[in-house]
Structures are given as C-alpha cells and as structure tokens.
C-alpha cells in the first residue's frame, strides 16, 4: 500500500508558499469618500467648438445653491474613446420604428465609431434585456445586431421597464477603468412609457451616474394622449449629462449624432466637496457655469444623495 504523507520538503515549500500569501500586500483599491461628488461635463464656445485649457477660476459651480466647500480635482480629457450602447425599446409602440433607428445605428457606427479605439453594444428590452451584440468596434457587428432587434420566439411581453433596464445595462455592463478615460454613453430608442419597472427613476439616474454614463435618446412621431413619456426621456437625459431628440429628420440626424460624438470625446471631470453633505434620497441640483463669453456647459442637472458603501 503507497504511503500518502507529504514528503518534508514540499511540506515546507508549501508553508513558506502560505505564509508569503498573507503577506501580499492587497490590490490597489480606489476608494472615494461618500462626500465627494464626481461631475463631468462639456464646454463649448459660442461656435460650438469644445474650450481647453479650463481653470478652476473659469468656473462657477453651485450645489443646491450653494457654493462648495472645496474643489477637489478638475482634469481634462481630449478625443476620448468611445463606450456607447444602442438600446432599443421593443414594445408594441415603437415597433414601427426599428428601421428608421437601425438606420441611425448605421450612421453613427460607419461613420463616426473608429475601428480599434471606440467599441460599442446592441440590446433591446421589454421587461427583461437582450443583448443582440455585444461589445465590439466593428460597424458591420453593429449593424447585424441592430438588424436582429425584433421580436423573440416564444416572448409576448407588452411591457416594458426602461428604468429596470437602464439600471442593469449600466451596472453590467461599464466597469469603469481608472487607467482609462472614456465617453460613455447610451443612445435609447423609446417613447419613455414605462409600465413595468421594479427600480425608480432616480435608482436609474443614479446608477446612470455611478458609471459616469450620459443618456441621449432619440424618440419619433407624437405622444399619445395623457403619455408622460417626454418628459420621462427629459429628466433621464438632463439628469443624466445627455439630450433629447425629437423627430429628427435628414441632415439634423448626423448634426445631432455628431453633436453627441463631440460631448463625449472632449471632457472635463470636476471632483468636489458639497457643503453641509447629508446623504439621503433627495435630489441636489447642479448649476455649472463658465466665465468665458457666450459658453455653453453640458453637464447632469443634479444627483441623488444616496450613499454608497
């Protein structure tokens, strides 16, 4: 019968192997007190050409009205990389618009998404989401993705939770890198009727806002009757950094897509201490302004005070 003892030297190997594993020392954790609210946001000249070289003394920032305690960090970030998710609302009510919006998913992808440096997704939702491609930097993917939004074998659901949605896109989706800047975004095709959600809209927001990602969305025709669907897509988008665009036609499609391409490459991002900070579920509003003449800032309008771990 083989005898199963150890012999003694790997023994030894093996407790000197242990005790060289406690003593690493831990991955690096990037730790932000609770206190601290971290803003990005877009400068533009009275042109619409993106201002460099910002100072804290160019800008004026309030919070809930007040002034902040301190001004932690401002860096700026040029060309960016893109991180961009198309989501596509696949309730009954938006159906007839799928080809219109594949359409602009094609011209952004083969026009403005570079091959190596940008990656983006495809998904569509009801109450549940589906990837239809996953992250990539090829327009031709993309465009696949978005050709196979529609319905689902064996799936009728006629409802739809956007807030549901929007929150485990962002949280599964974006792991913010600290080595790496990006310009994360999501471009969202819906009429904002929903119907269906677990989460609120400021869980949303704030998740939105967690991984620093601007909601744009793009949404066709007229609102039905007694819809508070605007001005759902209104206060995801301004809470959120991004715009609404609504019933966007022939050349204003590419002006708004590339308006949206110039928000995100160019950034700033602005780390502060709020006064008198309480974390709570209210929402603070952010007013950021910039001294230089006819400036124009595109930032979130505000967040929620939730506190985090």
């Not at 609770?34 to 000249?45: K, N, Q, Y």
Request: net charge neutral.
């Amino acid at each position: 019968m083989r005898s199963c003892a150890v012999p003694a030297v790997l023994f030894t190997q093996l407790l000197l192997s242990l005790a060289a594993a406690q003593n690493q020392t831990p991955p690096y954790t990037l730790r932000i007190p609770v206190d601290e609210i971290s803003l990005t946001f877009h400068p533009a000249d009275a042109r619409g050409k993106p201002l460099t070289h910002l100072t804290r003394g160019d800008l004026r920032l309030t919070d809930n009205g007040k002034p902040p305690a301190a001004i932690v960090m401002l860096q700026e970030y040029d060309d960016l990389p893109i991180r961009a998710g198309f989501l596509f609302d696949n309730s009954a009510s938006m159906l007839g618009d799928i080809a219109f919006n594949r359409a602009i998913i094609h011209a952004y992808a083969s026009q403005l998404l570079r091959k190596g440096y940008d990656q983006a997704f495809v998904e569509q939702f009801d109450t549940e989401t589906f990837i239809r491609q996953d992250w990539t930097d090829s327009d031709t993917a993309i465009a696949t993705g978005a050709a196979a939004v529609g319905d689902l074998p064996g799936r009728l659901d006629p409802l739809t939770a956007i807030f549901d949605s929007l929150y485990t896109t962002c949280r599964d989706q974006w792991k913010p890198d600290p080595a790496q800047a990006t310009g994360n975004f999501i471009l969202l095709f819906s009429d904002g009727e929903d119907d269906a959600s677990h989460a609120y809209l400021s869980e949303a927001v704030d998740m939105c806002q967690h991984t620093r990602t601007a909601i744009y969305a793009i949404v066709n025709g007229r609102p039905r009757q007694f819809s508070d669907g605007l001005r759902t897509l209104q206060n995801l988008t301004q809470q959120t950094g991004g715009r609404l665009f609504v019933n966007p036609r022939g050349s204003q499609i590419l002006d708004d897509l590339q308006t949206i391409e110039a928000e995100q490459r160019n950034q700033y991002r602005l780390v502060y201490k709020p006064s008198n900070f309480k974390a709570g579920s209210s929402f603070h509003r952010i007013r950021l302004q910039c001294s230089v003449t006819g400036a124009r800032v595109v930032t979130r309008s505000g967040y929620y005070a939730f506190a985090r771990p």
